[in-house]
Structure formats: C-alpha cells, structure tokens
C-alpha cells in the first residue's frame, strides 16, 4: 500500500505530445518581358565575312570584310539576372520558374490530467438504516493510474 502511494505522490509526468506537420508547395512563374538593359561593356569587334550581294557598296570580288561591334549587357531585377553578349544583343523575355515550400509544425500537448474528478459512482452507501446500495453523482480522487 505504501508503494502505491509513493508512486502517486511523485511530481514527474511523463506526458506524450504529438507534432502535426503541414507541407504546402507552390510553384510560380515569374515572367519578365522586355527588362531594362542595367550594365553594358564594349567587347572586341569581331570580323565576319558576308556575301557581296548582302552588302550596299560593291567591293571588290565576291565577298566583303566587315568589322561588327560585340556588346555585352546585363539585365537585373529583384528576382532575376541575366547577360547576354554579342551584336545587338537583345533580351526578349525571361521566365523564372521557382518552387516554394511552406511547412508548418504544429505541437498538440495533451491537456493536463487532475486528479479530482465528478461522475457516476456505484457501490454502498451509510445512512441511518444501515449500509444501503448507492447510484448516483459522486466526487473522486484518483490514487493512481495504470
């Protein structure tokens, strides 16, 4: 009997808690179209032969030698970068595709166990005739649990 309300009197609970995770993914596209031009560079120019037909003046032969000016551009954004490089380079567009996850953890602690509790409660009674069977509403406190 005593072990028993040794174990009781303890003030340690060992109480099981639960965690609850939510996963949301969101996929975005994020379009960019005609972004400002923020940094260019001069490259070096690049030599390129053409046919004579393709050309205004007339050289002379079948094919003439043109120096064309090479750039390179940078274009930026908050949520984007990009370089392109060439003769008259140009970004038409640009489509960022990003995926997100939200993940939300939840802890779900059991409520607190009282010893004290109120319920139906059976069993036999003293009244001034003498132990009588008794039904009805009863307060209780728990010695321990299993």
Request: charged share 20%; proline share 8%; with cysteine.
């Amino acid at each position: 009997m005593a072990f028993a309300i040794g174990m009781n009197c303890r003030k340690e609970r060992y109480v099981q808690t639960q965690s609850v995770s939510d996963t949301v993914v969101v996929h975005d596209t994020f379009i960019v179209r005609q972004p400002p031009v923020t940094a260019q560079a001069p490259l070096p120019s690049r030599k390129v032969t053409v046919p004579a037909d393709s050309v205004d003046m007339h050289p002379q032969g079948d094919s003439a030698s043109v120096n064309l000016p090479a750039v390179s551009r940078k274009y930026a954004g908050e949520e984007y970068e990009a370089y392109v490089s060439g003769i008259e380079p140009r970004l038409d567009s640009l489509r960022l595709f990003s995926t997100s996850s939200l993940i939300t953890t939840r802890i779900a602690a059991p409520a607190r166990l009282s010893r004290w509790s109120v319920g139906v409660s059976a069993g036999y009674a003293a009244t001034p005739r003498g132990l009588q069977p008794y039904i009805g509403i009863g307060v209780s406190y728990r010695l321990f649990s299993f």
